[in-house]
C-alpha cells in the first residue's frame, strides 16, 4: 500500500516572496503520477500541478514548481511570488498508473499569505 | 470540454433519514470515477470507486452504498443516516489524459 505525508501542517509566508510545501511518499511501484491539489476556503478541489514519475523534467505551471526527487521519494511544491489567493490547504497525491488508478491522498498544508 | 456536476452543495437530513447524493460527468465516456469524504479539518477518505457501469469497489465499510446507474452517473445512497455520516463529500472522476478532478462538493450536517 502506497502512503503519502505531509510534514507541515501549517505554514505561512509573506505576499510576494517564496514557500516550499514537503511531501514524501512511500511506494514499490515504478510508474506513478504524482499531483498538488489547493483548497481554499470555497472547498472546491482545484488541481494545481502533475508530475509523472518516468520524467525527470519537474513540471511547473506559471509560478508553481515542483522539486521531484525519485529515488528519495520526495514531490516538493515551491509557490512563487505568492498572493493572497494562494492562501488554501494543499494537498499532496499519488496514483499510480496502469491497471487501477485509486489515489492516496496526504493530510493536507494549511498555507496562510501574510500582506 | 469535460465538467463534473455534483449536487446539492448543501444538505441537512436528520438522523434516520435517508440520502442521495448525485455526481455526473459530461464530456467523457466511461470515466473511472470516485467518491471521498472529507472531515472537518482533515484529509480525504476515499468512500468508493467505480471503473464502469454497475462497478463498484468500497473502500471503507459504513453505512453509505454508492451506485452507477449510467456511465456517466455516480450516486452515493444510505438509507438510516447517522450523526458520524456529517461531512463534506466530494466525487471525482479520472480524465482521459489520466489527472484526477473534483466536483464542487456537498456538505451534508446530520441533525
Known amino acids: 500500500a502506497q502512503t503519502v505525508t505531509q510534514s507541515q501542517p501549517e505554514m505561512s509566508v509573506q505576499e510576494a516572496e517564496t514557500v516550499t510545501l514537503s511531501c514524501t511518499y512511500d511506494?514499490?511501484?515504478?510508474?506513478?503520477?504524482l499531483f498538488w491539489y489547493k483548497q481554499p476556503p470555497s472547498r472546491q478541489m482545484i488541481l494545481v500541478i502533475r508530475q509523472e514519475a518516468y520524467k525527470q523534467q519537474n513540471a511547473t505551471e506559471n509560478r508553481f514548481s515542483v522539486n521531484f526527487q525519485k529515488a528519495a521519494k520526495s514531490f516538493s511544491l515551491k509557490i512563487s511570488d505568492s498572493q493572497l489567493g494562494d492562501t488554501a490547504m494543499y494537498f499532496c497525491?499519488?496514483?499510480?498508473?496502469?491497471?487501477?488508478?485509486?489515489?492516496?491522498f496526504g493530510r493536507g498544508t494549511s498555507l496562510i499569505v501574510h500582506p | 470540454s469535460q465538467t463534473i456536476h455534483q449536487w446539492p452543495a448543501t444538505l441537512v437530513q436528520p438522523v434516520g433519514s435517508p440520502l442521495s447524493l448525485e455526481c455526473t460527468v459530461e464530456?467523457?465516456?466511461?470515466?473511472?470515477l470516485y467518491w471521498y469524504r472529507q472531515a472537518a479539518g482533515r484529509g480525504l477518505q476515499l468512500l468508493f470507486y467505480?471503473?464502469?457501469?454497475?462497478?463498484i469497489s468500497s473502500e471503507v465499510p459504513q453505512n453509505l452504498s454508492a451506485s452507477r446507474p449510467q456511465d456517466r452517473q455516480f450516486i452515493l445512497s444510505s438509507k438510516k443516516l447517522l450523526l458520524s455520516d456529517s461531512g463534506f463529500y466530494l466525487c471525482?472522476?479520472?480524465?482521459?489524459?489520466?489527472?484526477?478532478?473534483f466536483g464542487s462538493g456537498t456538505q451534508l450536517s446530520v441533525l
Open positions: 471525482a472522476w479520472r480524465s482521459e489524459d489520466e489527472k484526477l478532478f
Open positions: 511506494t514499490s511501484e515504478n510508474n506513478y503520477y
Open positions: 467505480s471503473v464502469g457501469i454497475g462497478q
Open positions: 497525491a499519488f496514483v499510480p498508473s496502469g491497471g487501477s488508478y485509486i489515489p492516496t
Open positions: 464530456g467523457t465516456s466511461n470515466p473511472n
